[in-house]
């Protein structure tokens, strides 16, 4: 019985996928065809949330920490220029998503650095002042560069109207750094 059972089941399965008579019917908001694109789906409100308030976060903390790192370092007055706007407006962009989040009822845990963000800390306090210039400049372009995607898209796609807004504002001015950045030496 069991050997017939073996047998028959795996055959009965095949005849019942293979139908060829119908066509694949896909849901329409997965139709190409019919010129419609799939947008992702926003993720999950309290995942969004805590998950781009981490990153924001992270990124607010390491461009402060990196900016009083290379004001001890460097005597590029443009550097310097620089690193001293970088640690005022991410005091007010860290501040601006307190208060948002506060709002929107959402708690707010403080910010710690990802591993890649302390070893480039680490990296621009250990070296010498020409390479930590260096150094720095490079990761503010990286972190910038991140930041803005990070901003930009919880401004489209996140769950939450006080937060989405003051992504949208940030994103504004970090696009504003990412000009500054442009004009400093590579």
């Known amino acids: 019985m069991i050997r017939h059972l073996l047998i028959t089941l795996p055959v009965a399965l095949l005849a019942a996928c293979n139908n060829n008579n119908r066509e694949p019917v896909m849901p329409p908001e997965n139709n190409i065809a019919n010129g419609m694109t799939m947008t992702p789906p926003a993720p999950a409100p309290a995942d969004g949330n805590a998950a781009y308030l981490a990153k924001a976060g992270a990124g607010d903390l390491f461009e402060i ?49 990802e591993p890649d963000q302390q070893a480039k800390l680490e990296s ?7 390479e930590a210039t260096r150094d720095y400049l490079t990761a503010q372009r990286e972190a910038h560069a991140a930041a803005l995607a990070l901003h930009q898209g919880y401004a489209r796609n996140g769950p939450t109207p006080a937060l989405k807004t ?8 970090v696009q504003q750094h990412i000009d500054r950045l442009a004009k400093l030496p590579k």
């Open 65 to 113: 920490e990196s900016s009083r790192a290379i004001l001890a370092k460097t005597d590029d007055k443009a550097v310097k220029d620089f690193a001293n706007m970088m640690i005022d407006a991410h005091g007010k962009s860290t501040a601006k998503l307190k208060a948002a989040a506060a709002q929107a009822g959402i708690a707010v845990a403080p910010p710690r650095l």
């Open 124 to 130: 621009i306090k250990s070296a010498s002042a020409a």
């Open 166 to 173: 003051a992504a949208g504002e940030i994103a504004g001015v």
